[in-house]
């Protein structure tokens, strides 16, 4: 089973509840972070990594002795990452998505298979659960590429929990693209409530089971509760606002380890995540 984590904004505690979840599970459990750009879920884990690798991504380089200028390859890229204006031609390679397509268009076969470095991926343990995260490298401006990369680490024998990236853009839904259930993390504030419903909507688009976690369930009003209610979303768990936890999560803390009574519900809502996938 995969389980994604997601957010529609940043801040929620997103992290926390996959960490948490990993570490409360009966059952062999991997954890991945997709959250490529900001990666933090290893500060919880302290994992011990045994492997790095760094990530290329395959882009179009011309061979300007065999191009007709046909304009075939720049028809066909959907992200305008090939321009030919009359007898010359350019490539962006920071626009690529390595779809592959302007290299079956070409006739002449003018394209040639150039590489460029998109970040890091680490693998290792930490305790019995296994942690992938991937780094984007620096300047780097497209995620989803390393997002899909790092997915590929899915073991498909063993539970995968997923840490996804905040809001509702393209690399959030890279990562929960596939999974069999997502819980979004929330808090009850008219901005909360707000990113929610953006991300509802997405994960309607995706026909993606889900539920609610609302964090700091203490502060703020009941209008996600109502809302929650109204459109028939399982609110899944509720965690309070407490300044114990925020203290331990400022020192590197899971909220397990903070409180440790927590670790019994995380265990029941996955149980309450594998009954309401069976329906």
Same mark, same amino acid.
């Given at each position: 089973?995969?389980i ?5 904004? +940043?801040?929620?505690?997103?992290t ?78 920071e626009m ?10 070409? /006739? ?12 890091? !991926? ?10 992938v ?20 680490r ?18 959030? !839904?890279?990562?929960?693209? +596939?999974?069999?259930?997502t ?7 008219p ?7 953006l ?23 009941? /209008? ?8 028939g ?6 965690i309070?606002? /407490? ?9 590197g ?19 309450d995540?594998?009954?309401?996938n069976?329906?």
């Open positions: 089973m995969i994604s984590v997601a957010s529609g904004k +940043g801040g929620t505690g997103k926390s509840v996959a960490v948490a979840l990993a570490l409360s599970v009966k059952e062999p459990v991997q954890l991945l972070d997709c959250d490529v750009e900001a990666p933090n879920g290893h500060i919880f884990m302290r994992p011990q990594w045994e492997k790095k690798e760094t990530i290329y991504l395959q882009v179009p380089k011309v061979d300007e002795k065999k191009c007709t200028y046909c304009r075939a390859c720049s028809q066909i890229c959907q992200f305008k990452a090939i321009l030919v204006l009359g007898e010359t031609i350019l490539t962006f390679p690529c998505h390595a779809c592959g397509g302007c290299f079956l268009v070409c /006739e002449p076969k003018a394209l040639i298979a150039d590489q460029k470095e998109l970040g890091e !991926i680490e693998e290792g343990w930490a305790g019995p659960v296994y942690f995260h991937g780094r984007l490298r620096v300047g780097e401006p497209m995620s989803p590429p390393l997002i899909r990369e790092v997915k590929k899915i073991k498909n024998d063993t539970l995968a929990i997923l840490d996804a990236p905040p809001g509702t853009s393209c690399p959030v !839904i890279q990562t929960v693209k +596939g999974s069999d259930y819980i979004l993390v929330t808090e009850p504030t901005f909360g409530l707000y990113d929610l419903k991300a509802l909507a997405a994960l309607g688009s995706l026909n993606i089971p889900c539920g609610v976690i609302l964090n700091r369930a203490d502060i703020g009003n009941n /209008e996600a509760k109502n809302y929650l209610r109204s459109e979303i399982p609110l899944l768990m509720e309070p606002f /407490e300044r114990k936890i925020a203290e331990g999560y400022a020192k803390l899971s909220l397990v380890e903070i409180k440790p009574e927590l670790k019994e519900q995380f265990q029941k809502l996955h149980l995540i594998q009954v309401q069976r329906k």
